[in-house]
């Protein structure tokens, strides 16, 4: 499988890098980024897998988060990916619409025309990526997983799905219940058509009422988010947490929006809850 470095920007005493490979999942040329912690270059270390939220590329996160300067000193490498397949014949929304199609892939595997031979995005995140990168990265075999509003619903969903993966989740403003706001419905119903039996696999308050985990699990949310009335559902998933038995983390931060200030206030508590479980120390937190 071959990775080709794009970029590489010294940062925190690692490297920020970026790479493009050919993905046989999502039938074209992808980029993703990573930062590599400085323990990296003497060491493998664990990684944090982030998904990004509507709109985002792998930029959005690496330029805006202030995540490295935390993961550098923890020795965590960040694997960003992006949102959806891209470039010439991946199909996007016909009206542009920023909620569907390209930088709206919803880490899901679309079943339906015209989305279906590109937009496996699922499978890319739990499969494909991971294992190019264990391949050609200096990574442990540990991996958590994160992400935010859109990626947020990605990360838990795929926790939920396969907790053998990973040692921890957490979620910034997730779309916690897909199935009942209008993002989701519109997303869900062109990748997976409109029966909606279809769609509960993909929503992380159903699935934690179904399933239950016990995998640690945290997830920050903005009070004066102006998404979390309409598109977010919050409470459907603390609903779940109570009904399944599930050890969720949940915390309402008044004065916190949508936006990168959110994530940027928030994530070095984030990375040191990872740490606590990459890095097999419950001390670190
Ligand atoms: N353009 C839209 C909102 C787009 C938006 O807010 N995107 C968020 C993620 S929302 C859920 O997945 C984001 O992360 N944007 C990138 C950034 O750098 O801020 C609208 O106008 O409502």
């Not at 190019?132 to 926790?159: D, E, Y």
């Not at 559902?233 to 915390?251: D, I, K, M, W």
Request: hydrophobic letters at 40%.
């Amino acid at each position: 499988m071959a990775l080709q470095q794009l970029t590489a920007q010294r940062l925190f005493e690692g490297w920020q890098k970026r790479f493009s490979h050919r993905s046989k999942t999502l039938q074209c040329d992808m980029q993703f980024s990573v930062y590599l912690p400085p323990q990296a270059e003497f060491h493998q270390v664990p990684a944090l897998y982030w998904l990004s939220g509507l709109t985002c590329t792998d930029e959005n996160f690496s330029a805006k988060s202030g995540a490295q300067r935390i993961a550098a000193e923890l020795g965590i490498a960040l694997i960003i990916p992006d949102t959806s397949p891209r470039g010439e014949g991946v199909p996007d929304a016909a009206d542009g619409a920023y909620d569907l199609g390209l930088g709206a892939g919803f880490y899901v595997n679309a079943t339906q025309a015209p989305w279906q031979q590109h937009y496996q995005m699922y499978d890319y995140i739990t499969q494909e990526l991971p294992k190019l990168c264990q391949a050609n990265l200096p990574l442990t075999a540990q991996k958590s997983i994160s992400g935010h509003s859109m990626g947020g619903h990605g990360a838990l969903v795929i926790a939920l799905r396969e907790p053998e993966l990973f040692c921890a989740v957490s979620a910034f403003a997730p779309i916690a219940n897909p199935v009942q706001c209008d993002w989701g419905k519109k997303a869900f119903s062109a990748y997976l058509g409109e029966d909606q039996c279809n769609w509960d696999v993909y929503d992380a308050s159903l699935l934690m009422t179904k399933l239950g985990s016990q995998l640690p699990m945290l997830v920050s949310q903005g009070e004066a988010d102006q998404f979390m009335a309409t598109q977010l559902f919050p409470e459907q998933l603390r609903q779940a947490a109570e009904a399944s038995g599930t050890p969720l983390q949940l915390e309402i931060h008044p004065g916190y929006d949508h936006s990168y200030y959110f994530i940027a206030s928030f994530i070095e508590q984030h990375l040191r809850f990872h740490a606590g479980y990459l890095l097999n120390n419950p001390l670190v937190e």
